[in-house]
């Protein structure tokens, strides 16, 4: 299994700033996603971080809100931009193997005031 | 789009009684299915999964679920609860080939001791 972590694990922003998770994986791996877990719900897909090319965002997030990096493929970042409260969540980086099992970092508690 | 329903939202037992906690999939071809488990403060694990053969499958600390496929569910089971197993309980199916899970809202499972 993959060993994920999460930077920072958790953090309180003013409304209108951006906050930057990083994402970093012990090993290398192809598939990398990203979640959001907002509070009393489940997880919902954000988008899939390609190595080398834009990510693939779901129905309802844009690149311009989520701006997501893969530079390599142990590492990404995931951008909150112009953040209001209702961005307050909590933000998963997973990974998936060829079995298509997924492990998942820590997350990120984001809170924005 | 496929969907996931997990219909019991908060589950209380004692220890040592019976727990099934129900998952129902709405996609009626091949399936993938999942249940992963977030402990208190911990990251999500996997607990079992099923891709194809043995619909009953067994899992990590006595968990078992079985796939029924003419009722599209994935019930999760455990013969006698401990304490150690409160946590919240997630059921997920693969997305097709993209890789990501997507998952059902959730059942929170509190055993007292």
């Known amino acids: 299994s993959a060993v994920i972590s999460q930077k920072p694990s958790r953090d309180i922003c003013q409304r209108g700033t951006s906050l930057t998770i990083q994402c970093q994986v012990d090993s290398q791996v192809t598939m990398m996603f990203w979640y959001r877990q907002q509070p009393g719900q489940s997880l919902t897909l954000i988008a899939t971080?390609?190595?080398?090319?834009?990510?693939?965002?779901e129905s309802g997030f844009v690149i311009d809100k989520f701006p997501i990096s893969r530079p390599n493929l142990t590492f990404s970042t995931l951008t909150v931009s112009n953040m209001s409260p209702e961005d307050s969540s909590i933000y998963l980086c997973?990974?998936?193997?060829?079995?298509?099992?997924?492990?998942f970092g820590p997350g990120t508690r984001l809170t924005v005031t | 789009a496929q969907s996931v329903s997990q219909h019991n939202h908060h589950v209380i037992l004692s220890e040592a009684a019976s727990l099934e906690l129900g998952c129902n999939y709405s996609y009626g071809g091949t399936v993938n299915l999942f249940w992963y488990v977030q402990y208190p403060g911990q990251h999500l694990q996997l607990l079992l999964k099923y891709f194809s053969g043995d619909p009953l499958v067994k899992g990590i600390k006595g968990f078992e679920a079985e796939f029924i496929k003419s009722k599209f569910s994935f019930n999760l089971r455990k013969p006698s609860v401990q304490w150690s197993d409160t946590a919240e309980y997630f059921c997920?199916?693969?997305?097709?080939?993209?890789?990501?899970?997507?998952f059902g809202k959730g059942t929170k499972l509190s055993v007292k001791p």
């Open positions: 997920a199916v693969l997305r097709g080939s993209q890789g990501n899970l997507i």
């Open positions: 997973s990974v998936a193997n060829s079995n298509y099992e997924q492990y």
């Open positions: 971080a390609n190595q080398g090319s834009e990510a693939t965002y």
